[in-house]
């Protein structure tokens, strides 16, 4: 496979201003500076703020970036800048090859022309012949399930259509370069995955930017991770489970209020790993496996009667995977008032590499649900490999001879 250097960033940076009127005022001001040769200033002015700010990265054929951060972290204006529809302010971006782009929704696509006619068009921008696109058009309409709505106006087409036009063309017209930012998250789950399929093969060939806030996905694709914040290029490095590691532990996570009712309230819900507590407010990390305690303390204002509790563990994006519903199997109660204590071991937890988090119910048979708190404590798990699903299983392997 030929690995050269399709993608290479040397010190890009770029600036926003904050208010409109003196952002049309300072662009004034640059036109004018380029005009007479006069370079602009690396100092920020009035309102201006670095939205990218001295990132560097070569990319090669057969590699995929995947580029991780919080919103505002400035990833779509660093592809924005690759893919030329800003310019930089400072630095220089070399870039080899047909580049496909699915930015934004819509980008590129003409709204009062068909599906048909943006085929035509889009593949004119990358560079292709009419006879070159005339060989891939049917490839083109099957992969992306518009058959029907091929002479419908785009500015009719939902957002999913959009996106599947959008990819089929980007893919299917082979591009060298790819830039994906996050327009998978829209469409459908079956099309989402024929797209991933449709990567895998398009990798060995081309180099890749995709950026998504679903980790898991970043993580079965990319072979390199850049983690950005604020603009600055936190970490790059080609050890992906050690960048997705670093994302989760530098991330920010504000949880729930504990909800309470007239009836009952929670108090308190604590990990123990290896002996030592855990509150809300700590960073717990356990590795692939290890074991965890949960500690519950619930406060009850009246007398109930055979209470229950539930457990349920939730990903990053907020799925419920995985429950523990088997609290009355190993404690009957007929009746209890007052804070009472409660606590459970699971032996060992198979979570793939990621940021988890609790959620707990609390009924009986008399009043219902008395209280259900969402993300009450939050824990990481680090492993060698990072899934692209929460469970991660270690059955026995053996080789069976024929």
Same mark, same amino acid.
């Given at each position: 496979?030929?690995? +050269?250097?399709?993608?290479?960033?040397?010190?890009?940076?770029?600036?926003?201003?904050?208010?409109?009127?003196?952002?049309?005022?300072?662009?004034?001001?640059?036109?004018?500076?380029?005009?007479?040769?006069?370079?602009?200033?690396?100092?920020?002015?009035?309102?201006?703020?670095?939205?990218?700010?001295?990132?560097?990265?070569?990319?090669?054929?057969?590699?995929?970036?995947?580029?991780?951060?919080?919103?505002?972290?400035?990833?779509?204006?660093?592809?924005?800048?690759?893919?030329?529809? /800003?310019?930089?302010?400072?630095? @220089?971006? $070399?870039?080899?090859?047909?580049?496909?782009?699915?930015?934004?929704?819509? $980008?590129?696509?003409?709204? /009062?022309?068909?599906?048909?006619?943006?085929?035509?068009?889009?593949?004119?921008?990358?560079?292709?012949?009419?006879?070159?696109?005339?060989?891939?058009?049917?490839?083109?309409?099957?992969? @992306?399930?518009?058959? +029907?709505?091929?002479?419908?106006?785009?500015?009719?087409?939902?957002?999913?259509?959009?996106?599947?036009?959008?990819?089929?063309?980007?893919?299917?017209?082979?591009?060298?370069?790819?830039?994906?930012?996050?327009?998978?998250?829209?469409?459908?789950?079956?099309?989402?995955?024929?797209?991933?399929?449709?990567?895998?093969?398009?990798?060995?060939? @081309?180099?890749?930017?995709?950026?998504?806030?679903?980790?898991?996905?970043?993580?079965?694709?990319?072979?390199?991770?850049?983690?950005?914040?604020?603009?600055?290029?936190?970490?790059?490095?080609?050890?992906?489970?050690?960048?997705?590691?670093?994302?989760?532990? %530098?991330? $920010?996570? =504000?949880?729930?209020?504990?909800?309470?009712?007239?009836?009952?309230?929670?108090?308190?819900?604590?990990?123990?790993?290896?002996?030592?507590?855990?509150?809300?407010?700590?960073?717990?990390?356990?590795?692939?496996?290890?074991?965890?305690?949960?500690?519950?303390?619930?406060?009850?204002?009246? =007398?109930?009667?055979?209470?229950?509790?539930?457990?349920?563990?939730?990903?990053?994006?907020?799925?419920?995977?995985?429950?523990?519903?088997?609290?009355?199997?190993?404690? %009957?109660?007929?009746?209890?008032?007052?804070?009472?204590?409660?606590?459970? @071991?699971?032996?060992?937890?198979?979570?793939?590499?990621? %940021?988890?988090?609790?959620?707990?119910?609390?009924?009986?048979?008399?009043?219902?649900?008395?209280?259900?708190?969402?993300?009450?404590?939050?824990?990481?798990?680090?492993?060698?490999?990072?899934?692209?699903?929460?469970?991660?299983?270690?059955?026995?392997?053996?080789?069976?001879?024929?």
């Amino acid at each position: 496979m030929n690995t +050269d250097t399709l993608i290479k960033v040397e010190s890009i940076s770029k600036k926003f201003c904050r208010s409109l009127k003196r952002s049309l005022w300072y662009g004034v001001q640059d036109i004018g500076s380029e005009l007479i040769g006069r370079s602009r200033g690396s100092e920020l002015r009035q309102d201006e703020f670095w939205a990218v700010k001295d990132v560097n990265f070569e990319l090669r054929r057969g590699e995929c970036l995947g580029l991780i951060g919080h919103n505002g972290a400035g990833k779509s204006t660093l592809l924005k800048m690759l893919n030329g529809l /800003i310019k930089p302010d400072q630095g @220089s971006i $070399t870039m080899k090859g047909r580049v496909g782009a699915l930015i934004e929704l819509g $980008t590129g696509f003409n709204p /009062i022309l068909t599906g048909r006619e943006n085929i035509y068009n889009n593949g004119a921008v990358l560079g292709f012949t009419k006879k070159e696109i005339d060989q891939k058009f049917d490839a083109i309409v099957e992969f @992306s399930e518009i058959g +029907d709505f091929l002479d419908t106006p785009v500015q009719n087409y939902s957002s999913g259509m959009k996106v599947r036009l959008g990819f089929a063309v980007a893919a299917q017209m082979e591009p060298d370069i790819l830039l994906i930012d996050e327009v998978l998250a829209v469409g459908d789950m079956s099309f989402v995955l024929k797209c991933y399929n449709l990567i895998d093969k398009l990798l060995q060939k @081309s180099a890749m930017i995709l950026v998504s806030h679903n980790v898991p996905q970043i993580a079965r694709t990319a072979t390199h991770i850049m983690f950005m914040d604020k603009g600055i290029n936190l970490l790059h490095t080609s050890d992906v489970p050690l960048g997705i590691s670093e994302y989760y532990k %530098r991330q $920010t996570v =504000k949880t729930s209020d504990y909800a309470g009712s007239e009836e009952a309230e929670l108090l308190d819900l604590r990990l123990v790993h290896k002996g030592v507590n855990y509150r809300k407010e700590d960073e717990l990390m356990i590795e692939y496996g290890d074991g965890l305690q949960i500690e519950i303390d619930i406060l009850c204002k009246e =007398k109930v009667h055979e209470p229950y509790i539930y457990l349920a563990f939730y990903d990053r994006l907020q799925r419920g995977f995985a429950e523990v519903m088997n609290f009355q199997d190993y404690i %009957r109660i007929p009746e209890i008032m007052g804070k009472v204590s409660f606590s459970l @071991s699971i032996n060992s937890l198979p979570f793939s590499q990621g %940021r988890y988090s609790l959620a707990i119910g609390f009924s009986d048979k008399t009043h219902g649900i008395m209280f259900r708190s969402q993300s009450v404590i939050y824990f990481t798990v680090h492993g060698k490999t990072h899934g692209w699903t929460p469970i991660q299983l270690s059955p026995e392997w053996k080789l069976k001879e024929n």
